[in-house]
Each structure stands twice: as C-alpha cells, then as structure tokens.
C-alpha cells in the first residue's frame, strides 16, 4: 500500500536529494531541494543549502522548516497533534540514523542536520519516497494531513500537479506552472491507468494505451515481460535487480505459527529453486536472507549447504523434508493439519501461491487451502493480522544492509495494535546483532555480524521465509527518452517523447 501511495505522491513533491535518474548507476545520488551538501568532520554534522526558488503549489516559499519538518514528521509524528494516530511514510530508514530534534534551520535556506553516528547509508535514505518533503503550514496551521487518500487537498512543490482521480480506473497529472527547475517537466501531463491483470496489461501496452509503468512493479510475471520484450519491436524492457523479494508470512499471533519449530519446518521445506525457474526462467536468485551478490553476502558456494536451500541431485535435500517432518511432530500437529494460505490478486502472486501450497503438501502432509483477496482487501487484512500465512513482496530502496535487515529486524509480519501503530513480531537477538553492525565501521566485522544476524533469524523461526530475490522488470515504448532505471523516487520530470507522445 505505502509503496503505490507513495509513487502516486511522488511527482508531486520534492525531496532534499534524489536517486539520478539520469545515470544507470541506480546508487547514483543529486540534489533535489537542495543545491549542495557537506559533512563536518564528525562525520555526524550535514549541512543542507537549499534552492531559494522553490514554491509551493500555494505560491509560498519552500524553506528550511518544512525539511526540518519532513524530519520530525517522519521520526516523531505524535508530537504534531495533526498527526497523532495517522499513518505515517512509512520511512524506517531515516529513523535508523535520525533522532528528534537534530534537525535545525540555519537560515531559510540552510539546514543543519546531526545523525546518531557516523554512517554513510544517511543520505542515501532521504532519496526514497518516504522522505518527501512536505508544507509545514499546510499540515500544521491549515491542518492538512497529506495523503493520497484526497489528492484535492495536496499542496506539493513538485513537477506536476494533481488534476483527476476516477477510483481504481486512472490519476491525471498536469505540468506545475512556474516549477523551481527551469524548463522542466519536459512532457505537459501524464495520465495513469490501474491495471490488475496481467492479460490486460500486456494488451494496454500492445494496444499503445500505456507507453511505460509507473515503478518497476507490473502485475506481469517476469516471464510475460520476456515476452512483450520480444513482441514489440517499439519497446524495450529495462531489468534491475535483486529490487525486492518474495516471501511466505507467518502469522505468530494465529495457530500454528505461534511455534517457532512450525516456522522453522516452513524454512526447510520450501524449494526454492524450482519456484525460481517456473516463475523467472532462472532469473530471479534464491531467497537468502540476505540478497546475494553484496559484499555482506555468503558465496553461492556456502549458500548452496544451508539447510532449507540445498538440493541433493537436484531435488529437494530429503534431510531437510525429514527434519522439517520431525519438528511438526514434535509440535505435536495432527497429519494432514488444514490450514489456510492467503494471497492477493496482485504481481504474479496467485501462480506463486499455488506453487508454495503444492510443495508443502507434499513436503509436509498439509491440507493447504487458497483464498484469493482482491487486492486493496488483501493489504486491509493482511494489516489487520487477519490471516495464518500468505504470499507478500518487499522491495529495496537502497542496497544497504540497515535497509535489507532493518524488516528483519521488525521480523516483517505486523501485528496492529489500535490507531494505525504496529508491533512487530522480532527474533531474539537480531535487534542486538542489528544495531552492532549499524555501529561497526570495519567491513569484514560488520559482515560477520550480518551473517550472525541471518543465521539468529533462520534458527530462531524467523516469521519470514524468502522465496527469492527478484529481478524487475520496466516496460518502456521507445519513444520515451532519457530514461533510466531507479529503485525509488521517479517524478518524471526528466523525460520526453521522440517522436512525441
């Protein structure tokens, strides 16, 4: 949910930085609000210098408080009454580095910003779209909440504007007059159509209704996207990746998820690898616990020997099937225990769902049952905590170990208590584990203490079994130009039609 909102908000508004969607490194950072930056020699110490030429949509001047803002509002919410019992962006990562009250304006264009510790993932996580910046007097003094929810009432400072909303059908979009950055938007308007079925969406592209996606998330699989590549001659399809994952969600509050040995059996019986080529043609990777190919990553090699991940002839491990066996009858599960596996009518996961039920029927003896939700209702109970275990994707905005750990950390799985607030389910250890690495600056130790990290999680009945990594892919008709793959933060603002649109 937090994700589509978000990239529905995004042309909208402006951050203090943004990644480069000019450039193919996807870890590329610029200035967005700002015009530079510089570290003190604490290396705690940012100071931000802001353009003095941005507007809100209601002719003020964005200044310094509305960055201090976006920070408070993101790591301390319930001191702004407005805000109290809302839901929030979402934006864990600022929080990791980021304390209340360490954000100053200088001047109207300058902010001083002091993080917890040295680190150098801070700038990276006011790039995401959870860190837009927002208008301190719209929410504050006006009492506007700012949410996708009533885009009537938005007050952005970004390149374009909201013009309509039909429900579950398209938002329109037309070019901010006057914008901050000279000459651009390049395009006058953008219109977005909300497509659920795949079969749809690969006739919207075909039939030139659409020219592009919105993110690098479609509702089609990674094979069908190979396909529309081949197709049309008048598209191409830009792959990045691992940019998110795919996991089974385990229910801790719901029987029989609330006995780590029954998570733990779930880790061992998945097969991943023949997931993997059914749903990617091999492209996605397995689903460690920590994505593969980073420098904190195991090799393949040592991969390839952990229980629930290792294959023998190329077939499910029969140690791990047998283990996994052993840990439910201890648990004292009756054969054929029925259970329910939920999933959304969304991103390839009803095919990946059926996948999962038949590989722990046979590897388990359940009895699976499949509900289907339509999407908006599936996030409605997933949030709610009303389901035994489903089918759900995360994504990465960055490739930095706090980000890819600090889910884990919160064990993935909320269980909401009262006003929009969540607990989350955690193994023991890992928030310990988790916050010495966050502090360690050598590499080779930091790297130890993630692989502790995994293992804590893995042998503690971790809530979250991750099937894969994913590759994603991003449809684009070739008329559109300067275009790039980023993780996060598209306003579009960049881009063209060659021929024209």
Not at 116 to 141: E, N, R, W
Not at 248 to 258: E, G, I, L, Q, S
Not at 347 to 352: E, F, K, M, S, W
């Amino acid at each position: 949910r937090s994700q589509i909102l978000d990239k529905n908000l995004a042309p909208m508004f402006n951050k203090l930085v943004e990644f480069n969607p000019e450039t193919a490194d996807v870890g590329d950072i610029r200035c967005d609000l700002c015009t530079s930056w510089e570290l003190a020699n604490d290396g705690m110490t940012y100071t931000f210098h802001l353009v003095d030429n941005a507007k809100w949509w209601d002719e003020v001047p964005v200044t310094a408080d509305d960055v201090v803002f976006m920070f408070e509002s993101i790591v301390a919410p319930d001191q702004f009454e407005i805000l109290k019992d809302r839901p929030t962006s979402g934006n864990i990562q600022v929080g990791l580095y980021y304390e209340s009250g360490n954000a100053r304006a200088v001047d109207d264009y300058t902010v001083e910003v002091a993080t917890k510790f040295p680190t150098g993932s801070f700038i990276s996580s006011l790039a995401v779209d959870g860190a837009m910046v927002q208008a301190k007097h719209t929410v504050i003094d006006q009492g506007i909440v700012q949410t996708a929810s009533d885009m009537g009432t938005l007050n952005g400072s970004g390149p374009f504007k909201f013009v309509k909303h039909i429900k579950d059908v398209s938002i329109e979009y037309e070019k901010t007059p006057g914008y901050f950055k000279k000459g651009r938007p390049y395009i006058n308007g953008m219109k977005h159509f909300v497509i659920i079925d795949s079969g749809r969406t690969i006739a919207a592209f075909k039939s030139g209704q659409v020219l592009t996606s919105n993110t690098a998330l479609t509702n089609m699989t990674t094979r069908e996207a190979e396909r529309l590549d081949q197709d049309m001659d008048n598209l191409s399809v830009f792959w990045g990746g691992p940019t998110g994952a795919r996991h089974v969600y385990m229910n801790t509050t719901k029987a029989p998820f609330d006995n780590a040995d029954v998570r733990k059996a779930v880790h061992l019986a998945l097969h991943r690898q023949p997931i993997i080529e059914t749903m990617s043609g091999g492209r996605d990777s397995i689903g460690y616990l920590n994505p593969p190919g980073f420098w904190y990553s195991r090799t393949q090699e040592e991969y390839d020997q952990l229980p629930g991940y290792r294959e023998l002839n190329g077939q499910k491990h029969p140690d791990d099937v047998a283990e996994a066996r052993r840990l439910l009858q201890e648990a004292g599960l009756p054969p054929n225990l029925k259970v329910t596996l939920s999933t959304r009518n969304c991103c390839g996961y009803p095919d990946l769902t059926v996948l999962v039920k038949q590989q722990l029927e046979e590897n388990l003896g359940w009895d699976i049952d499949i509900q289907t939700w339509e999407s908006a209702a599936g996030f409605k109970a997933y949030f709610a905590g009303d389901f035994q275990f489903l089918i759900q994707g995360s994504r990465l905005s960055s490739t930095s170990p706090d980000v890819v750990h600090s889910g884990w950390v919160k064990g993935g799985v909320p269980q909401w208590v009262g006003g929009g607030r969540g607990k989350f389910f955690a193994v023991e250890g890992v928030k310990d584990l988790f916050n010495k690495q966050l502090h360690e600056p050598d590499p080779e130790k930091r790297k130890v203490l993630l692989t502790q990290l995994a293992d804590t999680l893995y042998d503690g009945g971790s809530a979250t079994a991750t099937l894969f990594w994913n590759t994603r892919h991003w449809p684009v008709e070739n008329r559109i130009q300067n275009f790039n793959f980023t993780l996060d933060g598209r306003t579009w603002e960049h881009v063209w039609c060659d021929p024209a649109c």
